[in-house]
């Protein structure tokens, strides 16, 4: 059942950057929930119950073939929703999505945020400015996946999941990175081990750590700093992924 006094979230900064008049009309739909390492939010092409606003933790959207194969097209962390597509009346699932590292959020009925949607204000608006940053993520993503080298492509995905975890531990396997970058379990290896023999990172069983994030930021190609641009200019930086690590700080709201 949706909470009737959820508080206000300052944990997903999408929704902390709605008006707190207009959170509150949301907030009573929301309910808290537990994210757990590869829970399957939504299966490809099977209908879209729920919108969940993560917390913590990462979520990533996955593009599944007819053989099984797969690659990620788009990860979603704190600063962002899954279903967004739902609102542009698309209310079956494209993607295959995917928890990737254990969190939390809060979930909406797909169906009760689209009628609150319907109305014009900050939320309709608020949403609107996400789906264009997240279809920009998504084409980026096709075309880095398309055009850049292997290394590339695996820095990239570590920074964006580092902006989303908040530390610089990343509890992901080399068969798990494999996946989302759609290559063999090999090739990650031989990208991850000359990165840990230049000192920008380290690898141990089930961790990535980020030692040097400016040799990563150095490495990786232009895809990560348009998408992460685009998400500072609708919700303004934020200090964890500047590598401020004093502590998030809740962003106060403003109207659109």
């Known amino acids: 059942m949706p909470n009737k006094s959820a508080p206000l979230s300052f944990a997903n900064r999408l929704l902390a950057r709605l008006p707190q ?3 509150q009309r949301l ?3 929301l309910q808290g929930v537990k994210l757990e390492f590869n829970q399957t939010i939504h299966e490809a092409h099977s209908p879209i119950e729920f919108a969940y606003f993560p917390e913590r933790g990462v979520v990533s959207a996955l593009t599944i073939m007819n053989d099984g194969s797969a690659i990620e097209v788009a990860n979603i962390g704190n600063e962002g929703m899954t279903s967004v597509l739902a609102l542009a009346g698309k209310k079956i699932s494209p993607n295959h999505v995917v928890v990737q590292v254990a969190g939390a959020a809060q979930r909406v009925r797909a169906s009760v945020l689209d009628d609150l949607a319907r109305l014009d204000g900050p939320l309709r608006q608020m949403l609107l400015d ?3 940053c997240f279809v920009q993520q998504i084409s980026q993503s096709v075309a ?4 850049h080298p292997i290394r590339q492509r695996c820095c990239r995905w ?3 999941t580092q902006d989303r975890v908040g530390a610089d531990d990343l509890p992901l396997t080399h068969e798990f990175l494999s996946t989302m970058l759609g290559v063999r379990r090999a090739s990650v290896s031989d990208v991850l081990q000359p990165l840990k023999e230049e000192g920008l990172l380290n690898c141990t069983r ?3 750590t980020i030692l040097d994030r ?3 930021e150095a490495e990786v190609c232009e895809c990560y700093h348009s998408v992460r641009d685009e998400y500072d200019r609708l919700l303004g930086k934020d200090k964890t992924v500047l590598g401020e690590r004093g502590g998030r700080e809740p962003p106060e709201h403003v109207a659109f």
């Open 21 to 23: 008049a207009e959170y």
């Open 27 to 29: 907030a009573p739909h």
């Open 130 to 132: 996400y789906q264009g």
């Open 144 to 147: 880095c996946n398309g055009l």
């Open 158 to 160: 570590l920074l964006m």
């Open 206 to 208: 089930g961790k990535i």
């Open 214 to 216: 400016a040799g990563l």
